[in-house]
Structure formats: structure tokens, C-alpha cells
């Protein structure tokens, strides 16, 4: 993620671990991984970055993976993906009470000068998300926005936010 809107494939350094290859699964505690329907190809360079991925603790088959791409579910254990929010994710995590209400950072990327800063909500294990009323500059202030959930009370999230020249914007609390 720190090398956004960069391209190090076409640039001398020749960093091409920075891209992706998608979500794979295992079905038999990690002695082989199998390619889900959310893979890329390096050649699509930014796209392939994925943040997290969510496994619902009640239904092995209910998937969420977030990243450059956006948030994704799958309801069949990832053979298929539906796109259900589109902006930039930073950062995803999970009430640790309730794996059904997700929170998802939004970002700007500083290097193409394109999406916003947000925080979002899902109450639903991502099949939907409200953008949250947290106050922070929405476009080209925030760069990345890191989130955390009070393990002890979840009804505590904290946002670190830092500014498009890599220093400190704030700390948040909801």
C-alpha cells in the first residue's frame, strides 16, 4: 500500500512483489491453496492489493475480502464475488463481539490524486454499508487511515489518520 500510483514494474527498481495474486483457500489446514474467484494478474499492477479478508465464524461460505478493488462477498466459499462498495479500502476489521458489524477505512491515493476518506459501516457482514458521520476532511488530506475496536468495550473504534505528506493528521474516537 506504500507504494500506490507508483507502477515499480515500469521504474528501474524492479519491486514486483508489491502486486497481489488474489484470495486463495485451503481445505486441508494449509498442506495445499487453491485459487478463489477473486484472483488478478500482475499486469493489473495497483487493483491486486487486498487488505483483509473475513471469514463469517457462522457460515464458512461467507466471505469478505476488502482492498484497492473495493469490498467484495462471496456467499459460495469464494467461487463467485459480488462488488459491494467501490471506494479504496484501507483498512477493514471486525467487532470481535459481533462478526456481523464490519467498519471499513476508506482512502486517497496522493499519487493519482483520486478517492476520498471515509469510514463505513456494515451491520450485515458487508452485504451493506453506510458511510459514517466521523467529521475527518473527506479528499486529499487524509492519505491512510488505520482502525481499531476496543476488544474490552467494542463500542469504542479508533481511527489514526495520517496527512498526504506522510506526518500525523489525527487520532479518533467513536
Do not use: C
Request: proline share 3%.
Amino acid at each position: 500500500y506504500a507504494y500506490l500510483g507508483i507502477a515499480l514494474d515500469l521504474d528501474d527498481r524492479k519491486r514486483h512483489t508489491h502486486y497481489g495474486m488474489g484470495v486463495y483457500k485451503s481445505t486441508n489446514g494449509g498442506q495445499s491453496w487453491e485459487a478463489t474467484g477473486l484472483t488478478f494478474e500482475q499486469n493489473d499492477r495497483d487493483a491486486t492489493l487486498t487488505r483483509r479478508v473475513f471469514v463469517d465464524p457462522n457460515n464458512g461460505q461467507r466471505l469478505l475480502a476488502g482492498g484497492i478493488f473495493g469490498i467484495k462477498t462471496s456467499e459460495d466459499g469464494g467461487e463467485t464475488w459480488v462488488t459491494v462498495n467501490e471506494e479504496v479500502i484501507r483498512d477493514n476489521e471486525q467487532d470481535p463481539g459481533n462478526p456481523n458489524i464490519l467498519y471499513a477505512a476508506t482512502a486517497t491515493i496522493r499519487n493519482l490524486e483520486q478517492g476520498q476518506s471515509a469510514i463505513w459501516k456494515s451491520t450485515d457482514f458487508g452485504r451493506s454499508w453506510t458511510s459514517l458521520n466521523t467529521q475527518m476532511p473527506e479528499n486529499n488530506t487524509i492519505y491512510r487511515t488505520e482502525l481499531a475496536i476496543s476488544r474490552s468495550n467494542p463500542n469504542y473504534i479508533y481511527a489514526l489518520t495520517v496527512n498526504n505528506r506522510g506526518g500525523l493528521y489525527g487520532l479518533y474516537q467513536s
